[in-house]
């Protein structure tokens, strides 16, 4: 598993991304130049690397862009807001759960002391939603924790064991926004598993995801026509429906499905 100064090196001698403008000129010249080969795709992989400590040099090399915006800028209309500070984007991502419908399911039984799990709260928008218009009892697991009271992901950018089992079967919702796609396959199967384990019969699995639909241009394609996703030259295979479909099927019911314009999905799983 590559470290933290191994991570770094990478970013910054390989790749040469040592703040974020030059890796904006590398979006804008060098990416659509490029393919996804077996050798790029497994520099950075996140089951060959801390992926607390990616992302926690991610942060230090691109100050206030935990995602880098010109990768997430609306294809249709305009950001409603300047990007000064960090907290702008992950304000992006409560606009992305409201877009998608995942706060009207929590609005459904706000009035009910339910546990609530979120998978990536980053600055806290969507946790402070479920804290002041719910009566929730909200937890949270990131990778890089940045608010008080997150719990830290594994060094494999999983939820820690010790949660699992603890919590087993007391959550009513696990839900999650603007993250699954930074996943790799494997850790994906292994977050809908664990997301199972921890809801109760009937709970709610809500997530949403980048979907390949055909649309996805050559440069992001490899040798064999699969498509995937950059960032911070880190690749996460972009997953055709049909095999989320196929995974989440084997432990949830598939209740609600949207797709909004860009290819992002979101599923809402009933546990079984």
């Not at 100064?5 to 910054?12: A, E, N, S, V, Y």
């Not at 594994?154 to 064991?161: F, K, N, Q, Y």
């Amino acid at each position: 598993m590559k470290t933290r100064d191994q991570i770094k090196r990478i970013l910054t001698d390989e790749l040469g991304f040592k703040d974020l403008d030059a890796y904006k000129k590398w979006i804008a010249e060098v990416r659509p130049t490029i393919q996804p080969t077996p050798e790029r795709i497994a520099k950075l992989s996140p089951d060959a690397i801390d992926n607390r400590a990616f992302w926690r040099v991610c942060e230090e090399l691109f100050g206030s862009d935990p995602v880098c915006n010109v990768a997430v800028e609306p294809g249709v209309g305009k950001l409603p807001f300047a990007i000064h500070d960090a907290m702008d984007p992950n304000r992006m991502n409560l606009r992305l759960a409201r877009s998608l419908g995942v706060t009207a399911f929590l609005d459904e039984n706000a009035h009910e002391r339910l546990h609530t799990l979120e998978i990536g709260p980053g600055y806290g928008s969507l946790k402070h939603y479920i804290e002041t218009q719910t009566n929730h009892i909200y937890t949270g697991v990131d990778v890089y924790p940045r608010i008080p009271g997150v719990v830290e992901t594994t060094a494999e950018g999983l939820i820690p064991r010790k949660i699992i089992e603890g919590e087993r079967g007391s959550y009513s919702y696990v839900v999650s926004t603007n993250v699954f796609q930074h996943l790799s396959a494997k850790q994906r199967s292994t977050y809908f598993a664990d997301a199972c384990e921890l809801l109760h019969p009937g709970g709610l699995f809500i997530f949403n995801i980048s979907v390949e639909t055909g649309k996805t241009p050559k440069h992001a394609r490899d040798r064999e026509g699969n498509a995937w996703i950059d960032h911070y030259g880190q690749y996460t295979l972009m997953p055709k429906a049909s095999v989320l479909y196929d995974d989440l099927s084997k432990l949830y019911r598939i209740l609600y499905v949207t797709q909004r314009y860009d290819g992002v999905f979101n599923f809402v799983c009933g546990k079984n």
